[in-house]
């Protein structure tokens, strides 16, 4: 079993499934959407995380690197990294008494995970609500480890939702569906080419698994991502509309519109954000389209969450 990377556990979520969540973030996705806003679950693996804000150049990780990745810079008043040099070792984050420096990814054995997220019991048991596994992509982890995960919270009467893209082999889904409750399953575009050129992968196998795991009795709930200038027009829309309407069985949609909380991560990362040029679609779009999937039988539809 290899333990997967986790970069945070969030709690008292309502944003991922019904009642009050705990969501956990896998690392890891083969998927390049542009407008991504958890870049730092892109990578599988641990990524060192720089947080230009916070530094005040006391230059102490220049000197504590062993490598001698880091640099300051004068004009800046900023350290610069060589990722390429650099080896994770986390001597720069150790120095650093501004929090400015971290390293994203830790592992946790099932069992120590089952225990942390058993905490929050309570809040579950009171409001209907339950785990969240989410990423990154869960469905590209290890599914042994996966597998144990679900089965260790659903013997405990833990309620488990899983946020999926679907892009995984469909053996993935069928090992674990006697243990999720729910797949919260996102849908960007009917079209294949359009969801290579913003997505970086065909969607075959997305729309595969999907129609699959409908068949195969899964309760679904689909999550679409509204973004200006990508999926926010009716064309779009109906074409997801007229394919769900075929192939699944949906419990709930929930229509998501594009934010940009996410982008400062990448500079942190080291990274350029690559979905300038992409637009917030306005409220009475997203209320034209949620009105557009009642008209056409699905029910609840919700706008965020």
Known sequence: MRMPYITNIQKYSIHDGEGIRTTVFFKGCRLACR?????????????????????????????????????????????????????????CVDSCAFGAREITGKQYPVDELVRELEKDRMFFELSGGGVTLSGGEIMEQDMDYVGELLKKLSEGGCSVALDTCGYAPYE???????????????????????????????????LDNLKRLSADGARIHIRIPVIGGVNDDEESMRAIIDFLKQNVNVQAVSLLPYHTYGSEKYGRLGRTYPGEGLTVPDGQKMEKFAALFQKNGFSPVKIGG
């Open 35 to 91: 407008w991504c806003h958890n870049p730092e679950n892109q990578s599988f693996r641990p990524e060192l995380m720089y947080r230009s804000e916070k530094c005040v150049g006391c230059r102490a990780c220049e000197a504590a690197c062993p490598k001698k990745a880091i640099r300051f810079d004068p004009y800046t008043h900023h350290v610069l990294l060589d990722r390429r040099q650099c080896d994770l070792c986390g001597a």
């Open 172 to 206: 993935s889904f069928r090992r674990i569906l006697p243990y999720a409750d729910t797949f919260l399953y996102d849908i960007k575009l009917i079209d294949p080419e359009k969801h290579r050129k913003f997505i970086g992968m065909g969607n075959e196998l997305i």
